[in-house]
């Protein structure tokens, strides 16, 4: 376990019930594959409702809902211009979380074909 992990272990060891429920709560935003893809767009950078909906294939409607959960959770920021309103990753370390992640499962993928 690398020193990052080893850190971020003592910290979840000592948080109180309501820090745990405030962090799955955190986690249920993510376990959302739609949250994920408008995440991933947000990378790029800011984007509107209607930006993100037409990329993502889905109503206006259910990226506004999907939205409105990210950024209850503090994981986008909303700013309103005119007549539409933007988005924007709150924290882009919420990328290194989703890396490590993905680069974990990729891990797993590759033993399981290696044999092991």
């Known amino acids: 376990m ?5 850190d971020v272990c003592g ?4 948080l109180s019930d309501q820090a745990l429920e405030q962090v799955a709560q955190y986690f249920q935003a993510l376990a959302e594959p ?3 893809r408008i995440l991933n767009l947000l990378r790029a950078g800011e984007r509107n409702v209607g930006e993100l909906a037409q990329l993502c294939g889905m109503t206006n409607a259910n990226v506004s809902r999907h939205l409105s ?8 920021l909303r700013e309103g ?3 539409s309103v933007y988005y924007r990753i709150a924290d882009p370390a919420i990328y290194q979380l989703c890396d490590l992640v993905c680069s ?7 033993r399981q074909a290696a044999g092991f």
């Open 69 to 76: 959960t990210l950024a209850k959770n503090g994981l986008v």
């Open 34 to 36: 739609n949250r994920l």
């Open 104 to 110: 974990s499962i990729a891990s797993r993928f590759e």
């Open 11 to 14: 910290v979840m060891e000592g």
């Open 81 to 83: 211009r005119g007549t």
């Open 2 to 6: 690398n020193i990052a992990m080893q």
